[in-house]
């Protein structure tokens, strides 16, 4: 079975701080592909990163950098010197082979950072 | 602009009666799905479509159910027989139905039971 865990229901910062959510998944598939998706409060849900098992390069995007490890079955997110417009929830999420496109999404981590 | 179009935003019923949410995408996109996201729950799959004239029941299927009619399109019903319809609903679509390819999503419909 697949499963996707997000232990960090909530965190709060303050502007300018380094802040990290984690995402641990579980699969038996060696083909598969990771996603991080941003819902702010208007609700839609935009997607910010996908990974496919093959590749365990880290990769920055701006601030939002992207840690993937196989070995911890993890793949974290890092906002470096969060901003107020960082405040939303932020879905991991997995896909398998096996099952096509279907996402399997963890419970979500809400981020608020504060001025 | 491409994108995927959800409507109404916010939706109430009276219990007993059957809503339908549109969706429709003009992003040329073969699959289509359909996802319910409750507090604490995150999101759970209800439908998805691979291709038109063709629909597969997702996770928590029973008291919904869904057409694709048109590549476009794919509305969603929630039936009198889902017992705890309120929830906000999201319409996706991808390229096609593939473990790699990327979903994108609509701003989703509220819908509340009064």
């Known amino acids: 079975a697949q499963k996707v865990t997000q232990a960090q229901t909530e965190i709060s910062v303050v502007e300018k701080e380094d802040v990290t959510l984690d995402c641990v998944y579980e699969?038996?598939?060696?083909?598969?592909?990771l996603f991080w998706y941003k819902q702010p409060p208007s609700g839609e849900l935009v997607f910010l990163i996908r990974r496919n098992s093959f590749d365990e390069q880290n990769e920055i995007s701006g601030r939002y950098s992207w840690n993937f490890q196989k070995s911890t079955s993890s793949f974290n997110f890092t906002i470096t010197a969060s901003q107020v417009v960082d405040s939303a929830v932020y879905f991991c999420a997995l896909s398998v082979y096996q099952a096509g496109t279907a996402l399997i999404f963890g419970k979500g981590t809400t981020l608020s950072v504060s001025s | 602009d491409g994108g995927i179009t959800q409507s109404p935003k916010y939706l109430f019923r009276k219990e007993g009666q059957n809503v339908t949410l549109s969706c429709e995408q003009n992003l040329n996109h073969d699959a289509m799905y359909w996802y319910r996201q409750d507090p604490g729950q995150g999101l759970r799959l209800i439908y998805y479509?691979?291709?038109?004239?063709?629909?597969q029941k997702g996770d928590i299927a029973e008291g919904y159910s869904v057409s694709r009619e048109k590549k476009e399109s794919f509305p969603l019903t929630v039936t009198s027989a889902q017992k705890n319809p309120t929830a906000f609903y999201l319409c996706?679509?991808?390229?096609?139905?593939?473990?790699?390819?990327?979903?994108?999503f609509g701003e989703g419909s509220w819908l509340t039971v009064v």
């Open positions: 699969t038996r598939d060696t083909t598969y592909y």
């Open positions: 996706a679509s991808s390229i096609r139905f593939f473990s790699g390819n990327t979903i994108y």
């Open positions: 479509s691979q291709i038109v004239n063709d629909f």
